[in-house]
Structures are given as structure tokens and as C-alpha cells.
């Protein structure tokens, strides 16, 4: 298996992870802030969708699929303390545009070349993820940040453990 083949499958096993953490929590439950002050579920992954978009278009201009008209700007630093469930799209609907993302990095990440993991990334990336292969690696690690705090939201409903 080359390294590109392994980044392919630890970022298809993130997106199954994180998918498998919110599969019990209803449209409310995204919603549901895991204490004072921190984003709600649904806010984190319309970040994470604009994250991983930006840091794939940053790489390879084109290689992130569009977004919806208007997605990005549901998702900003000026939105997060909104709770209006009418605001934000649904659960399904992020998890979809969400996969479709993840599909296209799985993509980028599995057509990269050794010497392609060696690049050094736009200088705008380069302070958190100096070459390609930090990028990769960074995605995950990314989303589980955020699953982090998914299990925290969990214990908050009453939900049961998962990991």
C-alpha cells in the first residue's frame, strides 16, 4: 500500500467516524451546544465543510466540489452563536455536502505522488501545514477536533458512549 493509498482510507475512516458519532442526534440535537460559549454540532460541520473546501481549492484550484449558493456565508465567525433551526441546513443535507467534499479530497489525496506529498503548500497554509503530506494529514486530524466535542454533546443529551 503507497502512502497515498493509506491517507485515501484513514480520511474514508474519518468520515465514517464522524458520521457514526452523530447518527442518534436529531436536527435538535445539532443544535444543542456542548457548554457555554462552544459552537453547536451543526455550525462546526458547515465549518469543516468550508474548511476542507478552502484548504482543497488552496492546493489544486477546482478540485472542491461547489457549494451551495449562500453555504459559506451560513458558517462564519459572525454566525456561530446563532441557534435559529431555520438558518442552518438540516443534519442530512450537511452530511451529504460533507461527503461530497470528503469524496473529492479522497480523490486528491489518493492521486498524489511521493514527490507530490513533498510540495510545499500556498504560503497562506504553510505557518500549520508547511508541505502537502502536513495537509493530508491535517484534514482528519481536523475533523476529529471536532468529533472531540461531538462526544462531549453526546454525554450533554444523555447518549450513549461510543468510543
Known sequence: MTQSEL?????????????????????????????????????QIGHMI?????????VKPGAGPQLPAG?????????????DPNFFPKKAELLDTFSKVRAATIAWAKG??????????????????PTTAHLVAMVPAHVMMHVG???????KLGKPVLF
Do not use: Y
Open 149 to 155: 466535542q461531538f462526544q462531549v454533546a453526546r454525554r
Open 71 to 83: 453555504f459559506a456565508d451560513k458558517f462564519t465567525k459572525e454566525t456561530a452563536s446563532n441557534d
Open 7 to 43: 491517507n485515501a482510507e484513514l480520511l474514508k475512516g474519518n468520515l465514517e467516524m464522524l458520521k457514526g458519532t452523530l447518527a442518534d442526534f436529531s436536527d435538535a440535537d445539532m443544535l444543542v451546544r456542548p457548554c457555554p460559549g462552544a459552537n453547536h454540532p451543526t455550525w
Open 112 to 129: 498524489l505522488t511521493p514527490a507530490d506529498l513533498e510540495q510545499p503548500t500556498p504560503e497562506k497554509m504553510r505557518k500549520w501545514a
Open 50 to 58: 468550508n474548511s476542507e473546501t478552502s484548504m482543497l481549492n488552496g
